[in-house]
């Protein structure tokens, strides 16, 4: 087990998982941000690999990563910066990209290097269900790397049972169909959806993602999930000057 597994475990309700660019602002950040959410009380984070096309994402995180290329970072590099994440980070890390990042590194080696040093799991959007399934799964589960899939208000019925029984973790309920960024309104077609999820008892809990900017979209979110996921917000307010203390007045909110 995980230490991802042994958090949903353990916490049911009210889970806050924070997304930041790796590399961003500054190559050597991404340690640093890593400790700074885990001591302002992030339950888990996702850290993104910066991809050249990033299509699901909106300007803010097509920005953060076309810095964060511009600053050099690669997956290469983000192996090596986390290599002594784990005397410095406990709470579960996920790495999140997209597909062809991984394909060139090579899916196996990415996987033994997620359990070399210390990742519990990753989300990669633009991953076939059908590939994960014929043609990784093996090496994740062989790894310790949970993966985690994207539901839509289009999913269907039939897929997301399928996605459940391909998971170990959680699902990532997109708020909407849109990219990135967007703030998330709770109409009534968005309750209907969440609703809809909640009534088929899905054997894996949910977070939900996309539009949450603050405690107030956080507290919706918590309505119908174990917790939500921020991204586009909390990239918008690092302050590469006040590192440190931009991560610490974001995270207030949430206390």
Do not use: H, W
Not at 41 to 69: C, N, R, W
Not at 180 to 197: M, P, Q
């Amino acid at each position: 087990m995980n230490r991802l597994q042994q958090l949903f475990q353990t916490k049911k309700k009210n889970l806050l998982s924070i997304y930041y660019t790796a590399g961003y602002p500054n190559l050597n950040d991404t340690v640093k941000i890593a400790e700074a959410l885990e001591k302002a009380g992030a339950d888990f984070m996702e850290i993104g690999f910066p991809y050249s096309d990033p299509v699901a994402d909106g300007p803010t995180i097509q920005a953060s990563s076309k810095e964060a290329l511009d600053n050099g970072m690669t997956l290469e590099v983000l192996f090596e910066q986390l290599k002594d994440l784990r005397e410095k980070v406990s709470i579960p890390i996920l790495l999140m990209g997209y597909v062809n990042v991984v394909l060139q590194y090579g899916v196996a080696n990415f996987c033994k290097k997620c359990k070399e040093v210390g990742v519990d799991g990753c989300i990669i959007p633009d991953l076939p269900m059908y590939e994960y399934e014929e043609l990784y799964r093996g090496c994740f589960d062989e790894n310790g790397i949970s993966n985690i899939f994207l539901v839509t208000p289009q999913t269907s019925d039939e897929r997301i049972r399928k996605i459940d029984s391909l998971s170990n973790a959680f699902i990532y309920l997109l708020s909407s169909a849109a990219t990135t960024g967007k703030d998330l309104a709770v109409t009534e077609n968005a309750r209907a959806y969440f609703s809809r999820i909640q009534s088929m008892n899905l054997n894996n809990p949910i977070m939900i993602g996309f539009g949450i900017s603050d405690k107030q979209t956080f507290n919706s979110a918590n309505e119908y999930a174990s917790g939500a996921i921020i991204g586009s917000a909390f990239v918008k307010n690092i302050d590469k000057n006040e590192l440190e203390g931009s991560i610490n007045s974001f995270m207030s909110q949430f206390k």
